[in-house]
């Protein structure tokens, strides 16, 4: 077996288990739970460990939207903070941003497992750019859209492909020609196990490149899994 079988393996398994833990809520119609992330998590899972100089600097001028974004635009060491202070349009869309998310003491406890070092707090600097939103109907225009991140949402919560491909779709229509969707995490992609016609097809629409991540962070933030980047084609 070689490393990358082993990789390819490592993310199948981590996906596997959290499709039971995904039954498990399916079956007792549980919401789906929200956390909130460090901007030192997006540093490591979508910009190759880069640092704070640089991914800012390289979103400079650019539109970027947090898909699923969950709590957090509420947490103190978040990248909308870091985005906020370095004058960049971050966006947060999550459905919950409708007044569902209370900020109680679970939302707390969650916050210290995930990311101890952040603070909960509905005023936080760059969170009133959170929009009520769901991802296959996003506010905004044609062709706007630069970057688009999401972690812990897509092929995780969201895995039927009927719904991913409606959920593309939608991203297709608002990035710009070249633009990207960073997510995270996923399994290895592997085209000939598309089952859905129309998910073949839009996924056909973007350029995917994947990266393998080891273990960081505490391993339940960024279990071994890859990483991808899709770039609208045209
Ligand atoms: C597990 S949380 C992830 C939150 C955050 N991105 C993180 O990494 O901690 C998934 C989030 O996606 C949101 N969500 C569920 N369905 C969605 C949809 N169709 N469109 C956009 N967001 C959705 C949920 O409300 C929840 O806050």
């Not at 007044?99 to 995930?114: A, M, P, S, T």
């Not at 769901?134 to 991140?149: C, E, K, M, N």
Request: proline share 5%; aromatic share 14%; net charge positive.
């Amino acid at each position: 077996m070689t490393a990358f079988d082993g990789q390819e393996r490592a993310a199948d398994a981590l996906l596997g288990m959290f499709r039971v833990y995904r039954r498990a809520y399916d079956t007792f119609r549980l919401p789906v739970i929200s956390t909130g992330r460090s901007f030192e998590f997006y540093r490591r899972v979508f910009f190759d460990g880069q640092s704070e100089a640089e991914v800012l600097g390289g979103l400079a001028g650019k539109l970027v939207v947090d898909i699923g974004c969950g709590l957090t635009p509420f947490t103190s060491n978040s990248m909308f903070r870091a985005c906020h202070d370095a004058g960049i349009e971050f966006y947060g869309v999550d459905p919950k941003m409708n007044g569902q998310l209370r900020l109680g003491h679970f939302d707390r406890l969650k916050i210290y497992f995930n990311n101890p070092r952040a603070r909960l707090d509905r005023n936080a600097p760059g969170a009133e750019r959170r929009v009520a939103a769901y991802a296959h109907q996003l506010p905004f225009d044609d062709a706007s859209v630069d970057v688009i991140l999401s972690s812990w949402l897509l092929f995780i919560w969201i895995e039927d492909e009927a719904a991913l491909a409606e959920i593309f779709a939608e991203f297709h229509r608002v990035l710009k020609p070249g633009g990207v969707l960073r997510q995270y995490p996923m399994t290895k992609w592997r085209p000939e196990l598309l089952a859905d016609a129309a998910w073949r097809e839009v996924s056909s629409r973007f350029e995917i490149t994947q990266r393998f991540l080891r273990p960081g962070l505490h391993w339940w933030n960024v279990p071994p899994s890859y990483t991808g980047t899709f770039t609208k084609k045209s």
